[in-house]
């Protein structure tokens, strides 16, 4: 992995360009981005690297133009999180499972945390015969993308080579179902009164976020489904744990604070997203699928009047401002983007 300054990233991108690479400069203060023009992207790194470091990642230049049909890219970058393992370099072009590739060699990796069989964890692929595709006794194998390849017993990441086999940090074989659920208000004044936002002069959102332990990056305070769990009732649990400490609370708070979620959560949720999330744990046999739905305190009396604490997995947890320069988690940012569309809000 190399460390760039600001200065260095119009040289690099020159010379990659100018050498056939395709790139893109992975960052935790940059983002894909959709409709900015080279030169308006150039300033837009420039700005986030005065303030951060830059890691340069091989990747397809397709990610700032057409992010919904380029090949995953988190679930590519070379080092896998939590360990010294490197993935196997996996082009834009050989990402496919239809494209012929017999150099293909993926490393396998299993984290310990998972070798060691925790309840959450399935057994070694070669110990059990799981029934992918299918609700398999409580474990859901099923995929929001629709059914996906299983070769030699092995299931395919639907969306192609990662350049890493087995499970990683990811305790199931093929998806692993999470839900995200993404609360939000109404930003006010001191008299109550909405703020707008000085430029696009809309409504400015607030969402609950986390700080994640694990790596550090701002994010939706979601969790994994449980097996045989209800995906609402992930959504209620995980934003209660996470972003309130509904554990370590006495009983008359987390009487309280149960009164308010669930009057929330009862409220018609906006389904934001659902399928696979392009997330760095990834590789070619386990995969992060996720269910992500607004909850929207509109009048601010609900969820809003209740203290945010952070639980065990957040290291910290905040309403922030919903803006087109948050950097966040996984594929948080996009989530974001379209709860402030459909909300008629500032982005």
Known sequence: ?????????GPIRIALSLLGFPFC???????????????????????????????????????????????????????YPGSETQRFPVPDDKVDWNTDWPQY???????????????????????????FNALDGNVDRRSHEGDYRVEQGMPLNPRGRTGLTGRGLLGRWGPNHAADPIVTRWKRDSAGQQVLH??????????????RRDCGEWAIPG??????????????REFSEEALNSLAASPQDRER????????????????????????RNNDNS???????????????????????????AGQVHWIDLDSVLSLYA????FLEVVAKERHAHW
């Open 105 to 131: 060699r993926p490393v396998g990796y299993t984290a310990p945390s998972v070798l060691i069989k925790p309840v959450w964890a399935d057994q070694d692929i070669r110990s059990f015969s799981p029934r």
């Open 223 to 236: 969790g994994m489904v449980d097996p045989g769990e209800l995906v609402s009732l992930t959504l209620q």
């Open 25 to 79: 400069l992975c960052t935790s203060g940059i983002r894909p981005l959709t409709s900015f023009s080279p030169d308006q992207f150039i300033a837009r790194v420039s700005k986030s690297l005065s303030t951060s470091g830059c890691s340069l990642c091989v990747l397809p230049p397709s990610v700032f133009t057409m992010p919904c049909s380029a090949p995953h890219n988190k679930a590519r970058c070379p080092k």
């Open 257 to 280: 604070i149960h009164e308010r979620i669930t009057q929330l959560f009862n409220s018609p949720g906006l389904e934001v997203y659902k399928g696979y999330v392009d997330d760095p």
């Open 198 to 211: 000085p430029v696009s002069k809309l409504p400015v959102l607030q969402f609950v976020s986390i700080k």
């Open 1 to 9: 992995m190399i460390r760039v300054g600001r200065n260095w990233v």
């Open 287 to 313: 995969w992060m699928e996720t269910v992500a739905v607004n909850f929207h305190d509109d009048t601010g009396n609900s969820v809003s009047e209740l203290p945010l604490q952070a639980g065990d997995d």
């Open 331 to 334: 594929s948080h940012s996009q």
